[in-house]
């Protein structure tokens, strides 16, 4: 079945370090695909998103861009902050019996020290 | 604008009693449902709706119950509580089914069953 693989965390990096997450998935069809972010007590919040091969997602400084080639969907941001720190989650979504259900990873945390 | 509101943000039940989880949304959402959010296990899906009157199971089912007579409302009902469903549960919607990957997040309630 369908489903999405994030390297495991948690993630440590210094504040202006280069980030880098890493996603594959596997999916039948042409899925879409998101990256989500979990801040601490929060709930999740859409970051990015691509709906087609070499579209690429950006937001608030992080871009991922969606590689059919090697089922990749990689987040980077060139200089991270503090306030990034985060738990953050790949995902994807795939028709399956007419409705449009998210297969997720297992989330990465990110800790940006100062 | 309120977004997906969610009610209580902490509970603590004893095995066997029953509750509600409260959700709603003010944005005119189709589509909405329940995760539940553990360490480990990432965001498993436990019910969802595509329209009032319209619900269905998601990952993990058992022991939940839900109804959707409304746009806005969404409650998840724990019928008889166990320690296994100790967890962080969240409420998200989408416009529509097609959608369904674009979710706005509630802020979780946390439920706790000694």
């Known amino acids: 079945g369908d489903s999405v693989t994030q390297m495991e965390g948690p993630v440590t990096l210094s504040e202006e370090a280069f980030l880098t997450i890493n996603c594959t998935y596997t999916?039948?069809?042409?899925?879409?695909l998101f990256w989500y972010v979990q801040y601490p007590g929060e709930g999740l919040q859409l970051l990015l998103k691509?709906?087609?091969a070499d579209d690429k997602g950006s937001n608030k400084g992080f871009e991922a861009t969606y590689r059919k080639e090697t089922t990749s969907f990689h987040l980077e941001k060139g200089s991270v902050q503090v306030s990034d720190s985060a738990v953050y989650f790949c995902?994807?979504?795939?028709?399956?019996?007419?409705?449009?259900?998210?297969?997720w990873g297992a989330g990465t945390k990110l800790i940006i020290k100062p | 604008n309120a977004g997906v509101t969610q009610t209580p943000k902490f509970q603590v039940l004893k095995t066997g009693q029953s509750m509600t989880l409260q959700c709603a949304q003010d944005?005119?959402?189709?589509?909405m449902s329940w995760y539940r959010q553990d360490p480990g296990m990432g965001l498993r899906l436990i019910h969802y709706?595509?329209?009032?009157?319209?619900?269905d199971q998601g990952e993990v089912p058992n022991g939940y119950n839900v109804s959707r007579s409304t746009t806005e409302d969404f409650p998840l009902r724990l019928l008889s509580a166990a320690p296994s469903q100790t967890s962080v549960y969240f409420c998200?919607?989408?416009?529509?089914?097609?959608?369904?990957?674009?979710?706005?997040f509630g802020e979780g309630s946390r439920l706790t069953v000694l």
């Open positions: 944005m005119n959402h189709e589509y």
């Open positions: 999916a039948t069809g042409y899925p879409s």
């Open positions: 691509a709906t087609k």
């Open positions: 709706s595509v329209g009032a009157g319209i619900t």
């Open positions: 995902a994807l979504t795939t028709r399956g019996d007419s409705n449009y259900q998210l297969i």
């Open positions: 998200a919607s989408s416009l529509d089914r097609v959608t369904a990957g674009e979710l706005f």
